[in-house]
């Protein structure tokens, strides 16, 4: 689904990405986690394509097709979505009419009441996009626009950060709800057995630090980024425990 190619990454002139290698199957959900400043959120907004992030070296292959240069709307078009670790408000735009413009250029109807209400989101529909919204508002309106943009890989940045209890729990929902992931890849079978077209199956990159999400969307694989490398691959659930228990002074040397 996704990989990514001794990625160098450049921001305002300074390197921050210094040879990132990563690899996402059809239906896979990888964790992605790292101290503050390591780059997480350079690679989520690389592999979306915002151009500030500069790609000096290496490729990002997406489905078979090299998306290095390709803009952002491209990308989307091509089934790629991103929950921002950091929302902008859009002033003067009501959350319904963008919800309804991502649904047109989607070609999908969509019953948008139905959504927000289900998502606990039906209260923010007539108001601005993120305006005044509450952290926790945020998060979940990240979500509600990422169930109708319904992309076949998604790029989380730490969708649980600022978010209560119950709804990292409704958070969780609508990630499995995306990933379709009660049908398809937790069953049994090889991916050509289970469906015969395996861009079908949806796959995720999560950033998370506390690992609270991945009690509701299973991680198949963890990844630890450190200094703009990836130092270290394995279960996330694992490497989770490690990290807590002594740092990421520990992932620095891969145990
Ligand atoms: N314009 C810039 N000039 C210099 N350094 C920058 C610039 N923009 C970003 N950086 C640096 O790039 C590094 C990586 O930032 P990034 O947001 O990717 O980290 P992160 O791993 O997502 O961290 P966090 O866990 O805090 O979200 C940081 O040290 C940041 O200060
Ligand atoms: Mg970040």
Not at 51 to 69: H, Q, S
Not at 169 to 175: F, V
């Amino acid at each position: 689904m996704l990989k990514v190619e001794n990625l160098k990454v450049e921001v305002d002139g300074k390197l921050i990405l210094k040879g990132v290698d990563l690899e996402l199957s059809p239906g896979k959900v990888v964790a992605l986690m790292g101290p503050n400043g390591s780059g997480k959120t350079t690679l989520m907004m690389t592999i979306m394509g915002f151009p500030r992030y500069k790609v000096v070296e290496g490729r990002i292959i997406f489905k078979d097709t090299d998306i290095t240069n390709l803009p952002v709307y491209e990308r989307v078009n091509l089934g790629i979505g991103l929950a921002f670790q950091r929302s902008q408000s859009i002033d003067g735009v009501a959350l319904r009419t963008f919800l309804k413009k991502i649904a047109e250029k989607r070609g999908v109807e969509v019953d948008i009441d139905g959504i927000a209400n289900e998502f606990n989101m039906g209260d923010f529909l007539d108001r601005f996009v993120n305006k005044g919204f509450s952290g926790g508002e945020q998060k979940r309106c990240e979500f509600l626009q990422l169930l109708v943009l319904n992309p076949d890989l998604l790029l989380l940045d730490e969708p649980e950060s600022g978010v209560d209890l119950d709804n990292i729990k409704l958070i969780g929902k609508a990630i499995n709800k995306i990933l379709k992931r009660e049908v398809t890849p937790q069953t049994e079978g090889t991916d050509s057995e289970r469906c015969v077209d395996k861009w079908k199956l949806k796959s995720a990159l999560i950033v998370t630090h506390t690992g609270y999400i991945l009690d509701y969307v299973k991680a198949d694989e963890g990844y630890v980024l450190i200094d703009g490398r990836i130092v270290c691959k394995g279960n996330p659930y694992e490497i989770l425990k490690i990290v807590e228990k002594y740092g990421y002074r520990r992932c620095e040397r891969c145990v």
